[in-house]
Structure formats: C-alpha cells, structure tokens
C-alpha cells in the first residue's frame, strides 16, 4: 500500500500542471499546488534542472522565444525593440513576454495612441513561479520594483492575464514594491470603449467558438472569466463551452512541462497540449478562442499533435474583425499561427533533443537588478 502511495505521489508531481485549481477546489483550504511548489522548489535546490530546461526560462538566451522574435518582419521586431526603451511612463500597457512573440496583434485601433513597454528581460516570472523556483521569482520581483519606479509608473494595462495576477498577487508576496501603481486589464478597457462606440461600428461575427481561459482567469479576481465572454457577445460571437472551461478548464499545454521531474520534456509539453486541444474539439465550434498570448503559441502547436485543424484566434484579432480590420496574421498572406508553431516546434527539436540523454544539471545564476544590454529584445 505504501508503495503504491508513493508512486501515486509520484505521478502526481510530475504530471500537475501547476494550473492552480487544485487550491480553488479544496474543500478544506489546504492549498494542495502550494504543497507541490514547494515539493518542487526543494527538488530543484538539491538537484538544479536538466540541460534542456535553458530552451523555455525567460532570462535563458537563447531560449524559444528569443528564436521567435528573430524571425519577426522587419516592422514588427522594430516595434518589440522600441517597446524596451526606458523613457519615463505614468500609463501604458505592458507586454510581458507573450505578446513580445505575438507583436502583430497590437497593429490595431484597439491600441491607438497607447504607450507600450517591456522587454523579454522584464518578463513577470510567471514560468518561475509555477515550477516551484522562488530565488528567480524574488529577483524578477526586485528587477521589475527597480523598472517600474524608474519609469514612474501609475497605472498599468495589461492584455496577459497571468501578468496581471503576477504584477497584483503574486509578486508582491516575494518582495515586490508596487505601492501606488494601479494594474488593470486590458481588456476591461476595450469593453468600455465598445459599449459607448468610441471605436466605430461593431460588424456582429458570424461564428461560434470555445473559449480557452488561462489558469490565472481562476485566481486573478472574481468572475474574470465573464470579461472575454462579455467582449465576444458585445460582437456576436456566441460562446459554445467546452467540457472542461473556467475554473476547471486545462492549462494550454505548456504547464506539462512545469514540473521538477518534467522541466519541459517535450513530451510531456505535446501530450499536455494535445489533452487541451481535444477538450475543445469535443464541441463543435467555428474556432478556438484565446485571450493569452501564451496560449496561442501553445493552442496553435496543439493542433499539430492533435491532430486538429481548427482554427484558433485570439480575442483582439476577433475584435479586430468586427472593427471591420484585418488581422496580422492575414496580412503579407502569412499564415502567422502556423508560423509560430512550427518556429516553435523546430526550435524545441533543434535546442532540446540533443540535450534529452544529457545528464547535466545546472542552478539558475542571480538575476541582477538591471539587465545585460544584450538582452534588450
């Protein structure tokens, strides 16, 4: 019996996704993913991580992302590299990594006269916090106190819901000193505006979709999960649940590689992805609906390990459509979100898989406050 505990245990701890849910659905208020973070944090204390963790940490260079923006067009990574500048701003919206690899989604009236700032080097640490690694987590808190005062920062927007959760909840739990800065949601904001048409007329979309709701949508605040339901009724799209959705909807994909035991086994990513895709297409909908960055990269990988070839768009390029706009990812005739899934499966394969059978392991450097001029993506 005992045995078979531990290796219940084991499975458990190598298979979470760090998603979170598990402290929503206790009845007891146990807080179960605390109990694992830390499981985890110690793991890594006494062992470090693999080799072929270094493809995903956001301050690793190279790493997945920094292979993404290279390959932008000419105009987008112009626009990634003047969003780094440190020029002082009371209000703007901050990019967190996610919408750094997707930059053509702010090409847009939605985002008309909005000061944008961030940089890959000012990442949230989000992917920190979920596998248990608290030291990284507490000098990304310390970097990004030192960036916000220094721009003087007041009111913040965000389009990523797990910054928002970071930037509100997490951080200031390892030091963060956020006092007087206000952090809001993006999307509130456009809701707002559509209601009283200060961006033109709304042209209803015909379709229907199933929404992907990220796993910081449980935590972040109340009901968050109505705010993108709300946007998409505003424009006509009806919302057609998937089996699994809010606060019981599965991470995108790339929580599969959270864990100690995992460190972003492929594997384990593709398998974790696969599951959300299938999820979706047990209900019948025009499309997949996304309002993470993130989960677009790892919804559009999904369907390559599905196999399944329904589209998935994220909420501002479906906002952009009813604004009568074309999305970025139709112009140039590029098929972006194919694109971005095969840039980020080629590039797991060229990174990672040589380093699977290595037995090398390696503990995170310090984060110093102010970053490497060469990281300034």
Known sequence: MGRLLAGQRTRALRACTSCLACNQFCPEDCRPANLILDRWHSA??????????????????PNFRTGIVARLPDDERAAVIR???????????????NLITTPYL???????????RGGLDYCCGEMLFRMGLYEAVEQVACR???????LGAKRVYLVCTAGLNMLRNVLPQFGADFGGIEFLPYLQVLLHQLKRGALGEIRPLD???????????????????DLPRQLLELIGVKVREASLHRDEQLCCGIGGGFSHASAYHPIDVLLSARATSRNHGRTPADATCVYCS??????????FANPN?????????????????TPGRHRRGLARQDALAVEFVLGTIRRQFPRLPSRERFWLPELPLEPDPAEAI
Do not use: K, N
């Not at 780094?84 to 901050?94: N, Q, W």
């Open 44 to 61: 890594y204390v006494q062992e470090g991580l693999p080799a072929r963790t270094t493809h995903f940490l956001p301050h690793a260079r």
């Open 309 to 325: 070839r329904r589209p998935v768009f994220h909420l501002l390029e479906l906002l952009q459509m009813a604004l009568g706009e």
């Open 144 to 150: 990004l106190t030192h960036w916000f005062q220094r």
């Open 207 to 225: 379709m229907t979709v199933t929404v992907q709701d990220s796993c910081h949508t449980r935590i972040v605040e109340p009901r968050f999960a």
């Open 294 to 303: 993130g989960c677009l990269e790892m919804m559009s990988v999904a369907r």
């Open 106 to 116: 702010t090409v847009s009236r939605l985002f008309e006269g909005v000061e944008i």
């Open 83 to 97: 969003w780094r500048r440190d020029e002082p701003a009371r209000e703007f919206l901050y990019t967190g990594c």
